[in-house]
């Protein structure tokens, strides 16, 4: 195997083991979930021990910069008496061993390995919804719904109706909430892209994307998904495929609709979906105010977080539920839920500003690429990522597997999607990324492409 084939490999790997650790955790080896916890950490070290050795290992700002970090936390930790090695050591992997893998998979991936990747996430919508189906269907306490790590069933939030919240091949709906908003990515995306899924394909996996939403329960997915067709909507004006791209949308989306009319399980699935925004609605938890409050935790309790950190903060890793398994024996929430609380409380006000200031730069950055590749080159796609994984980038809860996996993921995807394949590259914006202009770009075809692992 070629190293460059190894390393693509492993990235591959990552992806799967996000996708499958759930399942992995809950059915094939409840009795290693806790190890299972980090089973993709292994994975990231030999992807950058490859990367080191061929040379695609980035050494740039962004990665200096969590080095620093890194460095600065474990130093504030011990100067706020923090000293458990295991606590420390979960909270660094959390922050920011896994981020240099964003410029990895961008030095790595081609445009079309991100296409590929992307095709097989869509098509692993179709046994997820499946089995998301089968848990909605199957009681509370059945063994398919049982949570991660114990022997008992059952284990899953309660959605409506009597239904648990289905988490697909994932340990929690966490899983779903942040999947299905890319794979919808993907999918509006086969609507405009020059190498596309077969259309039966194509209205499975839109089947399969549809029903999911309402079955899962959760306004957060079917929230980020209307996010997510908002900015297909959005791109057509850029891409020049406005008629074209809505009528593959239109044949699709009538097989869809016609096809669920005929699924019983999705009038049950609706009803579900409805009561729980209905109970949310009576409970005023719906909203901008809960909107900020999810992310925020709300303006007097982000006010309050300001008031209880300190300078060097609880020590790294101490809001997290490994530490709180490990200093209380339950698991739980020690600093705040809330994952900028979290990270204020945690870090400190410095390093705590400083890291989620990071996480910001990082999201900023893509979007002015994304934007960029599609005025530029009329290519909506990671445009499209970048909408589906922008809020666990800036807000998701990285002390969470899932959500980590999902924001770097989805980052690195993002970062990928801006380049061309080696035999297409036709230079169309300048390494500076400033204004596109299409006639210098016709007059120097042999310009060189941007190199986005910089």
């Known amino acids: 195997m070629k190293p460059d084939t190894l390393l693509k490999s492993l990235i591959w790997l990552y992806a799967a083991l996000l996708i ?19 089973v993709r950490d292994p994975v990231v070290i030999l992807i950058y021990l490859f990367a080191m050795a061929q040379g695609r290992f980035p050494l740039n ?11 600065a936390s474990v130093v504030t930790s011990l100067l706020a008496g923090q000293d458990n090695v295991l606590i420390t050591a979960y909270g660094l992997r959390s922050n920011y061993l896994h981020l240099p893998l964003v410029w990895v998979i961008a030095s790595t991936f081609t445009r079309r390995d991100t296409e590929r990747l992307g095709q097989a996430l869509l098509l692993l919508a179709i046994p997820m919804t499946v089995l998301m189906v089968v848990q909605f269907e199957s009681p509370p306490d059945s063994p398919i719904n049982r949570g991660v790590g114990s022997d008992e069933t059952g284990g899953q939030l309660y959605g409506a109706l009597g239904h648990i919240r289905p988490p697909g091949f994932f340990s929690f709906i966490t899983g779903p909430n942040l999947f299905y908003p890319l794979v919808t990515a993907v999918l509006f995306h086969q609507f405009m892209a020059e190498r596309r899924l077969r259309w039966w394909l194509l209205v499975l996996c839109g089947l399969a994307v549809l029903l999911a939403l309402p079955i899962s329960i959760s306004r957060t997915a079917m929230v ?28 699709v989306g009538a097989l869809v609709v016609v096809v669920l009319g005929f699924l019983p399980v999705f009038d049950d699935a609706r009803e579900a979906f409805l009561s729980r925004w209905e109970t949310a609605t009576q409970a005023d938890e719906v909203g901008m105010d809960a909107v ?37 024996g339950r698991m739980g929430f020690l600093l705040a839920e809330n994952e900028w609380a979290k990270c204020l409380l945690e870090l400190g006000l410095l390093l705590g500003v400083a890291f989620l200031g990071l996480r910001f ?11 960029t590749r599609l ?20 807000f998701g809860q990285w002390a969470q597997p ?16 801006c380049q061309d394949d080696p035999e297409e590259e036709e230079e169309t914006e300048n390494p500076d990324g400033e204004e596109f202009d299409e006639d210098s770009a016709e007059d120097d075809e042999t310009a060189a492409p941007e190199e986005h692992a910089r």
Request: hydrophobic letters at 60%; proline letters at 3%; a positive charge.
């Open 20 to 38: 499958f650790e759930g399942a992995l955790r809950k059915w094939l080896l409840p009795g290693f979930s806790d190890a299972l916890l980090v």
């Open 61 to 71: 700002g962004w990665v200096l910069t969590t080095f620093f970090l890194a460095v």
């Open 224 to 251: 980020a998904a209307l996010v997510v067709a908002s900015a297909y909507g959005f791109s057509l004006f850029f891409t020049g495929l406005f008629n074209a791209a809505l009528l593959r949308l239109a044949f």
């Open 292 to 328: 900020t409050g999810r992310v925020f935790g709300g303006g007097d309790y982000l006010a309050s977080v300001l008031d209880q950190a300190t300078l060097f903060g609880k020590g790294v890793g101490m809001g997290s539920n490994v530490a709180a398994r490990l200093t209380t």
């Open 361 to 371: 730069a990082l999201a900023f950055s893509l979007l002015r690429r994304a934007l």
């Open 375 to 394: 005025r530029a080159r009329r290519d909506p796609l990671p445009w499209l990522i970048w909408s589906a994984s922008s809020v666990p980038l800036l």
């Open 402 to 417: 899932t959500g980590l996996g999902f924001a770097i993921l989805g980052a690195g995807l993002c970062l990928a999607a």
